[in-house]
């Protein structure tokens, strides 16, 4: 059998935006009535990553868990955040054209929402833009501790996010 589902997020401006689905994927898989088989869960947005990490249980004055500042500030250190035009190859005058070019309201035809390279460097070399697990007997395998982060690199505006999950089993 397969059941599809999705998660929607808002996400913040100003720094990476992170978010623990554990419990929304708990839900999904309850909801299913699967009791043994996969899940996948997989995100259009190219600025985006998942991962799997353990709970931490400290958090800075934001509310950020300290593990995910600690990425951050790796990853800054990988790929500085664009603050102007020309600090990265990309985009380039083409790409600009086409992107002013869209009428789509998630892209605004402005040059400044497409000075995310660093976005998009931190979401190919950080993660991936899905993530299987396995669910037995009814409950998904991830520990008592662990949990599956969403993270959104793109600190130029707050964003609508979408993540389908696929269940695929019996």
Not at 131 to 155: A, C, H, P
Request: glycine content about 8%; aromatic content about 8%; proline content about 4%.
């Amino acid at each position: 059998m397969i059941k599809h589902d999705e998660i929607k997020l808002h996400t913040v401006a100003g720094r990476a935006s992170y978010h623990d689905l554990r419990e929304d994927l708990v839900e999904i898989t309850h909801k299913s009535g699967l009791k043994d088989g996969l899940m996948t869960i997989t995100t259009p947005h190219t600025t985006c990553s998942f991962f799997y990490e353990e709970t931490m249980h400290d958090v800075n004055y934001f509310g950020d868990d300290l593990l995910h500042v600690d990425i951050n500030e790796v990853m800054e250190k990988i790929a500085p955040m664009m603050v102007t035009e020309g600090q990265y190859h990309s985009p380039g005058p083409e790409h600009i054209a086409f992107g002013t070019s869209l009428s789509d309201p998630n892209y605004p035809a402005e040059k400044w929402v497409m000075l995310n390279t660093d976005a998009h460097l931190k979401a190919s070399i950080y993660g991936t833009n899905s993530q299987s697990l396995i669910l037995k007997n009814g409950e998904l395998q991830i520990g008592s501790l662990g949990r599956v982060y969403f993270v959104d690199w793109d600190r130029l505006r707050e964003r609508d996010r979408t993540i389908n999950v696929v269940m695929m089993g019996e």
